[in-house]
Nanobody
Framework: QVQLVESGGGLVQPGGSLSLSCAASLFRFSTFVLTWYRQAPGKERELVAHIGTAEDATTYADSVKGRFTISRDNTRNTVSLQMNSLKLEDTAVYYC?????????WGQGTQVTVSS
């Protein structure tokens, strides 16, 4: 059974940092494109950061560029999101997604709350 499990969420003050991780029980993990999404209350789910099968193929939402870094470890089947200089508007549930041309899997989400 395929599972994606996010961890690392929590409460942090503005300007602080958090590191999210998503562990995947996926066969041939390295062939999956990995994406972090987030959904704030009352808003649609939005793409935060994306990493292709080549580890240097990354893209970011404009709102997080320069503050967030996505990375993957194909030996551990994990994808991480380092979040620095957090802002109030980064508050959301963060989800990881793994997909190929024929498959797509989601984690259950982890809550990130930025508050003073």
């Amino acid at each position: 059974q395929v599972q994606l499990v996010e961890s690392g969420g929590g409460l942090v003050q503005p300007g602080g940092s958090l590191s999210l991780s998503c562990a995947a029980s996926l066969f041939r993990f390295s062939t999956f494109v990995l994406t972090w999404y987030r959904q704030a209350p009352g808003k649609e789910r939005e793409l935060v950061a994306h990493i292709g099968t080549a580890e240097d193929a990354t893209t970011y939402a404009d709102s997080v560029k320069g503050r967030f870094t996505i990375s993957r470890d194909n030996t551990r089947n994990t994808v991480s999101l380092q979040m620095n200089s957090l802002k109030l508007e980064d508050t959301a549930v963060y989800y990881c997604n793994a997909r190929t041309m024929t498959e797509s899997y989601w984690g259950q989400g982890t809550q990130v709350t930025v508050s003073s």
